[in-house]
């Protein structure tokens, strides 16, 4: 969990001012006709111009930079290295170009041209806080934290600078670059964790746990790392520890610069939204132990408090306990959470799969046998030993079973590299009679499923 900061909010970048400057008059009219809300005749009036003088840098940068206020980035561009044609040391060109590129989540693409805004000129303030951000989401801290030192040390000049970006930068320092901070650590954690660098990951949240060894964000960051390398005792044990110390997480979260304006409730949304992730990260280190009663404890905390906001994949909550209720055979429960993961998300393509599992293990002439099936969290796959073959009477259970293949055919629809969503479909089309089951149990296979030999051995290989 690291606070980002948004680098491709395009409209964030472009309402940062200095004010004191000179206008032109191109600008001067730009602003009669936005004051007098004739904002739709800003860019014509500017494409009139530059047919007249189409040298004049001032005339491109300002219709790009219209043109980026509008959200169209292709125009923007085009406008900017038209002004770069003209002016190759335009440092504001540069600068744009980055940020468009930055809006796209091409950070080192984004990189490279703010380091060529930096050449041309290395006194402009908002170069160096736009690579700073780009640099915080390529992961390096410590070159992020040396261009926001450098951004407040040109701010001393005696120019009127917006003050949102002002209290931005020193945000941003307050952050992640104040070693006597916690945050220091664990932002740093969560960089090196994205990096997959997972032994200094835990290098640096052991050390920012020396000074605060009660801080639930490095303590759940720390189970995170345990959990990604399947070290699931040590994970459990950071969890119970980050969980026991919740009401530090409050504080921090209260303490963060970075929400300085944020509301009560925003502030226990937020807070909710992370007590429920450890939640869910410690179900899932139950899952991997079999303790599956215990994991649904933690889940139904999990869902109980994450809240219905964008971003935070709360289809993926009832999916997992979807999951946990098959594995306790409760096909009727899981089958209704895997409906409402579907609601919340119908682009969710694992709940789809899940689904199709459920509802032939509702079937009560069904035999049990060991079945995989693949979720994600945090891009990791996870194993589910669930129930699928056949019984007896095809007649009773093929319109269930055909309903299951749909469900298949909109997952792998949705997202074709889930190797177990074929393998899952190819099972149910030999309870079919489908001669085609092979063709997806070979693919599944091919593509590192573990298929079993006797669901094979009607198949060329």
Known sequence: MKFKIIVYGILLLLTVRVFGQSKTVYEIKVDSLAQAGRVEEIIPYLERE?????????????????YLQVNNLEMGEKY???????????????????????????????????????????????????????????????????????????????????????????????????????????????????LNQYDKALDIYSSGLLKFPTNAMLLSFKGNVYLSLKDYQNALANYKLALANRQ??????????????????????YYNASVAAIYYSDAECKIYAGQFDEA???????????????????????????????????YDLALADFNHSIQINNMYAVSYVNRAIAKVSLLGNV??????????????PFQSYLVLKAGTSLQKIEPALR????????????????????????????????????????????????VEASLLAGCFL
């Open 296 to 330: 649904l404890s933690e889940m139904n905390e999990a869902i109980a408090l994450v809240p219905d906001l964008p971003g935070l994949d709360k289809e993926s909550y009832f999916n997992r306990r979807g999951e946990i209720y098959m594995e306790n055979n409760q």
């Open 80 to 194: 900017y290295f038209k002004a770069l044609a003209v002016n190759p040391n335009c440092a504001r060109c540069y600068l744009n170009i980055g940020r468009i590129y930055a809006s796209k989540s091409d950070f080192q693409l984004a990189l490279n041209y703010l380091d060529k805004a930096v050449a041309a000129d290395s006194n402009d303030v908002l170069v160096y806080f736009n690579r700073a951000e780009i640099y915080f989401e390529l992961e390096n801290l410590d070159a992020s934290c040396q261009d926001y030192s450098k951004a407040k040390m040109l701010l001393q000049k005696p120019v009127n600078y917006d003050p949102q970006l002002i209290k931005t930068i020193e945000a941003s320092i307050l952050d992640f670059c104040d070693e006597t901070k916690a945050s220091y650590y664990y932002q740093r954690g969560v960089a090196f964790y994205n």
């Open 403 to 450: 309903a299951a293949v749909e469900d298949c055919n909109m997952g792998i629809t949705l997202d074709s590299t889930i190797g177990f969503s074929y393998y899952v479909r190819g099972q149910i089309k030999n309870m079919l009679a489908d001669k085609n089951y092979c063709l997806d149990l070979i693919k599944a296979k091919n593509m590192g499923v573990e």
């Open 248 to 269: 530090e997480l409050l504080i921090e979260i209260e303490k963060n610069p970075r929400f300085a304006a944020t509301s009560r409730q925003e502030l226990l949304t």
């Open 50 to 66: 530059i047919k007249k003088e189409p040298g004049n840098e001032i005339l491109l940068r300002l219709t790009g930079f219209r």
């Open 367 to 380: 035999r049990q046998s060991k079945t995989r099936i693949g979720a994600r969290l945090a891009k990791r």
